[in-house]
């Protein structure tokens, strides 16, 4: 593009500056001397609107000289950019960037290495919003090629989480190389939403308490948890399974859900047993979280469901997806 402007910014000065010449220095109308340049740059070879004096030849080979060059390059450039699909991914940038700024709700993703890469994937595959910023312009291929959307740009600076909707977002997630560029992203979050969820990534565990300083909500070591899942597939490997199934894998029709108990919500006031869920949908409720924040772990049928409760469920995919719109 910017290839481009110049060749039409040169085409346009060449035109002024002939069009300019030829009406002040060689007595045309305004018309004729746009139409001389007309038939000089396009070479149609139609001869002079009037007799030139030599001065006039020698200027008008100048200007077929350089607008055929301008003409050729501009041309060129455009043909190019055609073929390698620049215009079509232009204008698909300024339809996503038109789409960023309706979200609502979403998660802001900050880095896409390989964790980056991971969280994205799991919140395409369960149709979470989300927008990534990165600023690696590497990275831009494989980012339109799985059609994620994306800002190219440096998530430390407050005005590119601005951009990307922090002020309406539901959530946000630093997950770049370096912990002080975690920590320096949190910060300028917090600064600006004080009361949205910050998940931060830790390369070193030693980092955590200063992740959660800057005001990080949650912070995760892959390394730390990598090692811990490595052992406890030796100790448990049973129970890690039945996680991996529960939590990740969909193979065989599963999934551990929670769903928050809304105003208005059917169950609010009622007992587990009153509540019959496990009966109309065949869950298991292994745990609720209370609004205190106290957790429930295998509560008892006698046990109240009050609003802003999260139940935390086992059962299968459908019926969970069920009971999730009515909760």
Do not use: W
Not at 18 to 35: K, L, V
Not at 39 to 48: A, D, F, K, M, N
Not at 221 to 232: D, F, N, T, V
Not at 273 to 298: C, H, P, Q, T, Y
Request: hydrophobic residues 45%.
């Amino acid at each position: 593009m910017r290839k481009l402007r110049i060749s039409l910014y040169l085409f346009i000065v060449v035109t002024v500056i002939g069009t300019t010449y030829y009406h002040f220095i060689e007595r045309m109308s305004i018309i004729d001397a746009i139409f001389m340049m007309a038939i000089t740059l396009s070479t149609v070879g139609y001869g002079e609107v009037q007799p030139l004096s030599p001065t006039g030849r020698i200027f008008t080979i100048f200007v077929i000289i350089f607008g055929i060059t301008i003409t050729g390059y501009t041309a060129g450039t455009f043909i190019r950019m055609f073929i390698e699909g620049e215009l079509s991914r232009r204008f698909g940038r300024k339809k996503v960037e038109k789409t960023i700024t309706k979200l609502k709700n979403h998660y802001i993703i900050c880095g896409y290495g390989r964790i980056g890469r991971l969280i994205v994937r799991e919140l395409q595959k369960h149709n979470v919003k989300f927008i990534v910023i990165e600023n690696d312009p590497t990275q831009i291929a494989e980012l339109e090629s799985k059609s994620v959307p994306y800002m190219l740009l440096d998530a430390r600076d407050e005005n590119t989480l601005i951009k990307a909707g922090i002020m309406r977002a539901k959530g946000l997630v630093t997950a770049v190389m370096s912990d002080a560029d975690n920590v320096f992203i949190t910060l300028s979050a917090r600064m600006l939403r004080p009361d949205i969820f910050i998940l931060a990534r830790s390369s070193d565990p030693k980092n955590e308490n200063k992740l959660i300083s800057a005001g990080a909500t949650k912070v995760v070591s892959p390394y730390l948890i990598g090692g811990q899942r490595m052992a406890q597939l030796l100790i448990r490997p049973t129970v890690v399974d039945f996680i991996d199934i529960a939590t990740m894998d969909d193979s065989l029709g599963l999934r551990m859900e929670e769903a928050q108990i809304r105003q208005g919500s059917p169950y609010v006031g009622k007992s587990l047993i009153e509540s019959n869920l496990r009966r109309d949908f065949g869950v298991i409720i292994v745990l609720i979280k209370k609004a205190n924040g106290e957790m429930k772990f295998n509560p008892q049928s006698n046990e109240i469901l009050e609003e802003g409760d999260v139940l935390v469920m086992l059962g299968r995919i459908d019926d969970l997806e069920k009971i999730n719109k009515i909760i």
